[in-house]
């Protein structure tokens, strides 16, 4: 058994959930992972694989999986849908370029069996720069309206600078509680 079967099967007490961090490459999964944990987020690099942290917020674990979102990745996100409970789905705000692509990849995510139901929070990151699309027009952009089937919410945020991260977060454990 490999060791992401063997994660996978850890079993999770009463007080915990599972959270999927997911987004294209370089929309800042990784430094809003680190920011959240209070690690040092001036050196970060691609995330090849997947990195796991567990976090606790009031009493209540989460243990988060970030998985890379380089193309060549995409393909094996199904690998880690088991037992989720909820999913981060990381954007770039500054990216219009890609908009269209980050929102083909969320509707393919949302359609899967094993993801049906499960809770969805959009960060919109990096509204500390000049050129970032507001929240409310990525949510059109993304036909995020249009979902039924789960809740939804659209955070703004800077992974940078924390803010709008905690208020996300926040949301989600009240839907996965």
């Known amino acids: 058994m490999g060791l992401l079967a063997l994660l996978r099967k850890l079993k999770k007490s009463k007080g915990e959930a599972r959270i999927l961090v997911l987004g294209l490459d370089n929309a800042g999964k990784t430094t809003i ?52 409970d909820g999913l981060v789905y990381v954007i770039d705000s500054s990216d219009r370029k890609r908009l269209e692509e980050t929102g083909d990849e969320m509707a393919r995510l949302l359609e899967e069996d094993k993801m049906q139901g499960v809770p969805l929070l959009v960060l919109a990151n990096k509204q500390d720069l000049i050129n970032a699309l507001p929240a409310n027009e990525i949510a059109e952009g993304l036909n995020l309206f249009s979902i039924r089937d789960r809740p939804w919410q659209i955070q703004p945020c800077s992974a940078k600078s924390g803010s709008g991260l905690r208020e996300g977060m926040e949301w989600l454990v009240k839907q996965v509680k």
């Open 33 to 84: 992972l680190k920011k959240l944990s209070e690690e040092d987020i001036t050196t970060i690099t691609p995330t090849q694989g997947f990195n796991i942290k567990s976090l606790v917020h009031e009493g209540f674990k989460l243990n988060v999986w970030d998985i890379g979102g380089q193309k060549t990745i995409r393909p094996y996100w199904r690998n880690y849908f088991d037992s989720t």
